[in-house]
Each structure stands twice: as structure tokens, then as C-alpha cells.
């Protein structure tokens, strides 16, 4: 279970730019399953996204990962558990250009020092997973659209994370892809993961994959089913 109490977000907290991204957020979220977050641009969704991930911290409120609470931990153990529990695809992909799709799968693994050998092997094999065994040395800029996200989601799983979070993934691609996506993550929720994403597509929402909804609207949760 993921459980964020009153979770709030100010960007330029005292400025006179002051915003208020989420202004009180109680929410369940169970594990081994699928939560989509969905609401108009500006409404929190990444925002929220970053706080459950530990990629920020709350302005004030709590988040807890399984009984923890993550949001008032130090920022060395913060980053350490962000790094063994969650995978990120982010709507960009942000993949390192220059170097290859197995490169850019093996980075975020790198921080917790397994032999090389060992990484690359694992590398590949969540290249396999995704179907991009082929393409792990292409560089990344030559990839397509659809093969940007598989290495992206592939580099997300480098750490065997038990949550993944994805911002808005299949913004980026077209209807076949985005229907590529669901199996995907249809094959990552059969694996025990728990899978959290924004999206703006109406296929992802109907989705038979998808086990629950959050409505967002002006930083709070409109709705949830
Ligand atoms: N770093 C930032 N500094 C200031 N305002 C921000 C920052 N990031 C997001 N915001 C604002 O917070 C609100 C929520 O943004 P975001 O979480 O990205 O919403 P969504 O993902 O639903 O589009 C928006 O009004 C946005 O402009
Ligand atoms: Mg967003």
C-alpha cells in the first residue's frame, strides 16, 4: 500500500509567484496493481507523480511505502530507496543520446556497484523482455518513437523496482503503440508490479489492465474509482 496524507506542494513557497501545485491529497494506492492518474494539464499529475516517487519531497504532508514514511527521511536513505523501489519512464523518455540502448538501460543501475558483466547481462535481458534484444546497440538517437519507450521502460526495470511510474507515456506515440503500451504493462502487473501513470488517452482509461482511476483537478483529487 502507497498512502499519501495531506500531502501539499508549493513551488516558490514565500515568493510573491507562490503556487500551490497540490493543495491536500489523501490517497490509497494498492500494490500489484494499475492506477491511472488522469485531469486537465496543470492539475498536479506530475507533480504528485514526483512526490510518491521521492523525487521531491512535500511542502507539508506525509507519504508512506509500505508502513514507511519516506517523505521525512534523509535524503541519502530517500535516494536509495527511490532507486531499489521505483522504475521511471518519463514522457520524453529522456534517453542519453550518443550512447547506446544497452548504455542507456545499464545507467541507473550503476549507483549500487554490481559487477559489469552481471549489469550487461541483465541489461539485455530486459531489452529481451521488451522486444529491443535487436537494437541494444543502436544509439538512441537512432531509435523510433516506439523503440525510445521500450528502452526507456526497459531502463525503468533495470533495478527490478516494485513500483513503476510513468508520466504521460504514450503521449508521444501513435494508436498501435499506445495499444503496445497496455501489453506491456499488462506483462509488468502478471509480474507483480505496481504500476502508476498519468495519461491523457481515453483507450488507456478503458483499458481492461487498468484497476483504478484518479480524477485530478486544481491539486486535489476530484474523484477516484
Ligand atoms: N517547478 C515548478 N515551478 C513552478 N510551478 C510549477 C513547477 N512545476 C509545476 N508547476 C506548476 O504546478 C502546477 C501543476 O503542474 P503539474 O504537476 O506538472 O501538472 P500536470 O502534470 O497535471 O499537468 C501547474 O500549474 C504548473 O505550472
Ligand atoms: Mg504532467
Redesign the pocket.
Known amino acids: 500500500m502507497i498512502e499519501l496524507s495531506e500531502v501539499r506542494k508549493a513551488?516558490?513557497q514565500g515568493k510573491p509567484n507562490e503556487?500551490w501545485?497540490l493543495r491536500g491529497i489523501d490517497l490509497r494506492l494498492s500494490l500489484k496493481a494499475v492506477t491511472v492518474f488522469m485531469?486537465?494539464?496543470?492539475?498536479?499529475?506530475?507533480?504528485?507523480l514526483t512526490m510518491i516517487g521521492g523525487l521531491a519531497r512535500p511542502t507539508s504532508g506525509r507519504v508512506r511505502l509500505m508502513e514507511r514514511d519516506i517523505s521525512s527521511l534523509p535524503e541519502k536513505f530517500l535516494t536509495d530507496i527511490r532507486r531499489r523501489t521505483f522504475g521511471f519512464v518519463f514522457q520524453s523518455f529522456n534517453l542519453l543520446k550518443g550512447m547506446t540502448a544497452l548504455e542507456n538501460v545499464m545507467i541507473p543501475a550503476y549507483p549500487l556497484g554490481l559487477p559489469h558483466e552481471a549489469l550487461r547481462k541483465r541489461a539485455l535481458e530486459m531489452l529481451d523482455l521488451l522486444g529491443m534484444a535487436a537494437k541494444a546497440e543502436s544509439k538512441a538517437e537512432w531509435l523510433s518513437g516506439g523503440e525510445a519507450q521500450r528502452v526507456a521502460i526497459a531502463r525503468a526495470l533495470i533495478n527490478d523496482p516494485d513500483v513503476i511510474i510513468a508520466d504521460e507515456p504514450t503521449a508521444n506515440l501513435d494508436g498501435q503503440l499506445a495499444e503496445q503500451f497496455l501489453e506491456i504493462m499488462a506483462e509488468l502487473k502478471a509480474r507483480g508490479k505496481t504500476l502508476l501513470m498519468?495519461s491523457h488517452d481515453p483507450r488507456i482509461r478503458k483499458a481492461a489492465v487498468v484497476d483504478g482511476i484518479v480524477w485530478?483537478q486544481d491539486?486535489q483529487i476530484a474523484s477516484s474509482d
Do not use: H, I, R
Open positions: 513551488y516558490n503556487f501545485a485531469g486537465p494539464s496543470g492539475s498536479g499529475k506530475t507533480t504528485l498519468t485530478m491539486g
